[in-house]
Nanobody, 122 residues
Framework: HVQLVESGGGLVQPGGSLRLSCAGS????????IGWFRQAPGKEREGIAS????????YYGDSVKGRFTISRNHANLTVDLEMDSLKPEDTAVYYC???????????????WGQGTQVIVSS
């Protein structure tokens, strides 16, 4: 039963930064395409960033492009999401998952984890 573990969320002021991490409970993520998603209250889950397992090519949704950076942290065996210039509309529960078809809209492998809450507020 594949399920990833997210961490690093918290409360931050508008304009601030947070770094989220995604880890495999019993395996390295190096061999898998990974996506970050988020779900705000009352809204559908949204795919926001992904990283390829072939060439580490990244993709970003329009809502986070230029502010968020997805990367592989080989030392910690995680896939991290650096979030800068945070806005109140970034408030959501953030999830990571293995992408079953390498795309954010292609489904995930396994099930969703608990997620990590990000609140952007003054």
């Amino acid at each position: 039963h594949v399920q990833l573990v997210e961490s690093g969320g918290g409360l931050v002021q508008p304009g601030g930064s947070l770094r989220l991490s995604c880890a495999g409970s019993e395996f390295t993520l190096d061999y898998y395409p990974i996506g970050w998603f988020r779900q705000a209250p009352g809204k559908e889950r949204e795919g926001i960033a992904s990283i390829s397992n072939i060439d580490d090519k990244t993709y970003y949704g329009d809502s986070v492009k230029g502010r968020f950076t997805i990367s592989r942290n080989h030392a910690n065996l995680t896939v991290d999401l650096e979030m800068d210039s945070l806005k109140p509309e970034d408030t959501a529960v953030y999830y990571c998952a293995i992408l079953s078809r390498g795309r954010l809209d292609g489904g995930i492998f396994g099930s969703w984890g608990q997620g990590t809450q990000v609140i952007v507020s003054s």
